[in-house]
């Protein structure tokens, strides 16, 4: 059973350019949720995709957009890099049942290290 | 600002002592999660407990959360040079808020051999 995996492990950009970030959720998991996390700090939210739509978005600008595709994977875009976009981005996959409760634990995957020169 | 609050930033013990972090937050909860991480790696799910709850154990994890206090512990028992790494509480403020967890900056424990 795969838990988490995203592509991929280390990317180095310039500023103004633009990255994709892809993550696979654990088997069985409908929601996948992004977190940035910067050097030496806790991970931040930026936003949660739950059938294909995005549900829940944290401070982020709108350079941060996101994905989720029929499969439950999801993809991260970030559009017009700066220097301060250089962190750890982590995605975490769940099982949401809004109807039946939540489960709340969430699985992350390794992160990906971006790198803005 | 991070809702979480680790304390201390730095922990250093020898193998076999105790180690106690503990967090504090601002705002009501649904839940409290306490996480791991070794050296900038993806982040490993210790335990979860609820508002409603008071304390939970996980083998040599043992987790107390105080709502009137808005502060919550973590006791690794019996330490091991394996339990090195940084860790991290986290909050979802409501259940529909399931996933959108904030976290503190963490507490980085060396734990030597």
């Known amino acids: 059973d795969a838990g988490v995996t995203q592509s991929p492990t280390h990317l180095i950009k310039t500023r103004g350019q633009q990255v994709t970030l892809r993550c696979s959720p654990k088997?069985?998991?409908?929601?996948v949720s992004w977190y940035q996390q910067a050097l030496g700090q806790g991970p931040q939210f930026i936003f949660q995709?739950?059938?294909?739509?995005?549900?829940q978005r944290g401070n982020f600008p709108d350079r941060f957009s996101g994905h989720q595709f029929p499969n439950y994977s999801s993809e991260l875009n970030v559009n017009a890099l700066l220097l301060g976009d250089s962190a750890l981005y982590l995605c975490a996959s769940s099982s949401l049942d809004l109807t039946g409760g939540l489960q709340e634990t969430q699985y992350f995957g390794p992160g990906t290290r971006l790198l803005v020169l | 600002s991070q809702q979480g609050e680790e304390d201390p930033q730095a922990l250093s013990i020898q193998e076999g002592e105790n180690a106690t972090m503990n967090c504090s937050y601002k705002t009501s909860i649904n839940n409290l999660q306490w996480y791991r991480q070794n050296s900038g790696r993806g982040l490993v799910h210790l335990i979860l407990i609820r508002s409603n709850e008071r304390e939970k154990h996980s083998g040599r994890l043992r987790v107390t959360l105080d709502t009137s206090k808005k502060s919550s512990s973590l006791l690794i028992t019996a330490s091991r040079a394996a339990d090195t790494a940084s860790y991290f509480c986290a909050t979802d403020a409501t259940s529909l808020n399931a996933g959108k967890s904030t976290f503190g900056d963490g507490t980085t424990l060396t734990v030597k051999p």
């Open positions: 088997s069985g998991h409908d929601t």
């Open positions: 995709y739950y059938e294909e739509e995005e549900r």
